[in-house]
Structures are given as structure tokens and as C-alpha cells.
């Protein structure tokens, strides 16, 4: 931590301090575990399936910068940047779908895309928060866009498809963090043939009420 301290005493952050705090940080951390991972892989024999174990390394470093530009009318800039190498055996992959309004058919379906495993990714989140409206709620346009490299995504020819995932939307602050409205458009890949990457338009409209 460079400039001002962040709370520390929870895990959670609130990701952006909308111009109360200037903070400059930079983080870089590991996660190693022996033997955490299994797969099955042709018996020796050539009958059946043997299970083999693998080790768990995980690493990344990242960086936060949040800071206000003028202080009276509250506009503050803020930008995180983080590059993530994950180990967690040969072509593992994990799909998630954040609130998945679809039940079954594979990992792939909804709004489930590649989001973690074996490889590396790049992730990085900009926003920029508006002077004060008279009745003090504010807006918040933001980008994001995070790029992976997993191996266990490849085409027919043996050639990893990157996971690119755009982001753009915008967040309303009605009274700070304490109630909040957020848009956001996504430019969603759909990996269900890999050899043909689409690209779905996906739209979340959410409230946040923290009391």
C-alpha cells in the first residue's frame, strides 16, 4: 500500500472508494498444494482407467490504483490489473454461470463460460465516477476485459482458443455502496463448438441494497 491504507480486518473490499481514499496498491501471492488434483488416464495394462495425482501451484500478481480528481464535485478514477497462472493439472477447466438460469445440458450452457483452470489469464477494469448530482447519487461508466490462455481448450488442430470476455456497463450510485444499480453488457463466448467461437449478447441488470 502506497498512499492511504485500505480496511484489512475483513476479506472483502468495496473495489472502488468513489474519491474518499487515495490507494495505490500492488498484491502477489501462491497457493501450493501436493497432490490436491486427479485425473484418470489409460491403465498401463491398455484395460480400464488408472488414477493419477497432481500438484496444485497457483500465482498472481496484481495492481489497484483508485484516487479522487476533484475532490468537491467527487469524481475519482479507478483501474485493477491482474495477471493469474493457475496449475491445476492437465486440461482442467471450470465453467461457472453467475446466478445460471439453466439447469443441466453441460457446463457450457446459459450463461456459463470458461472462467478458471489450467493456464493463464489476464484481467483488466476501469472505471471513471461522474460529479455529484443535486441529490447526490452519481454514475459510474466502467470497461473490463479479461483474456485466457487455458489448455484445455483447443481446436481440432491441437491450438489453445483463447477466452476473451468484453465487458462495458454502468453503475448508479442512489447513496454510495449502500444502494446501488448496475447495467452491464457482455460480449459472451460460446464455446459449445470450438470450432466455430460465437459470441452472445448477454445484458444483467442488478441492485445492491447494503444495509
Known amino acids: 500500500m502506497f498512499w492511504e491504507m485500505e480496511n484489512n480486518k475483513?476479506?472483502?473490499?468495496?473495489?472502488?472508494?468513489?474519491?474518499g481514499k487515495n490507494v495505490a496498491n500492488i498484491g502477489a501471492g501462491f497457493l501450493q498444494n501436493t497432490n490436491a488434483m486427479w485425473s484418470l488416464e489409460p491403465s498401463a495394462t491398455g484395460e480400464g482407467s488408472d488414477t493419477a495425482f497432481h500438484n496444485m501451484m497457483l500465482w498472481s500478481i496484481d495492481g489497484f490504483i483508485d484516487f479522487g480528481i476533484i475532490k468537491d464535485k467527487g469524481t475519482a478514477l479507478t483501474t485493477y490489473a491482474g495477471y493469474f497462472n493457475y496449475d491445476f493439472g492437465p486440461n482442467n477447466v471450470r465453467n461457472i454461470g453467475i446466478m445460471n438460469p439453466v439447469?443441466?445440458?453441460g457446463?457450457?450452457?446459459?450463461?456459463?463460460v470458461p472462467t478458471l483452470g489450467t493456464g493463464s489469464i489476464y484481467y483488466i477494469?476501469?472505471?471513471y465516477v461522474f460529479p455529484r448530482l443535486?441529490?447526490?447519487s452519481r454514475f459510474q461508466p466502467y470497461l473490463a476485459y479479461s483474456h485466457a490462455r487455458l489448455e484445455g481448450i483447443r481446436n481440432a488442430n491441437g491450438d489453445i482458443v483463447p477466452v476473451n470476455i468484453?465487458?462495458?456497463g454502468l453503475n448508479y450510485y442512489?447513496?454510495?455502496?449502500h444502494a446501488k444499480i448496475t447495467?452491464?453488457?457482455?460480449?459472451?463466448?460460446?464455446f459449445t463448438n470450438v470450432e466455430n467461437l460465437k459470441y452472445r449478447p448477454e445484458i444483467t441488470l442488478q441492485a445492491m441494497i447494503f444495509l
Do not use: I
Not at 475483513?10 to 474519491?19: E, F, I, K, M
Not at 442512489?174 to 455502496?177: C, F, Q, T, V
Not at 447495467?183 to 460460446?190: E, I, K, Q, S
Open 10 to 19: 475483513l476479506p472483502y473490499a468495496v473495489g472502488t472508494y468513489l474519491g
Open 174 to 177: 442512489l447513496a454510495g455502496h
Open 125 to 127: 477494469q476501469t472505471g
Open 166 to 168: 468484453p465487458d462495458v
Open 103 to 105: 439447469d443441466g445440458g
Open 134 to 136: 443535486k441529490d447526490g
Open 183 to 190: 447495467l452491464n453488457a457482455r460480449a459472451r463466448p460460446d
Open 107 to 112: 457446463g457450457l450452457r446459459g450463461n456459463a
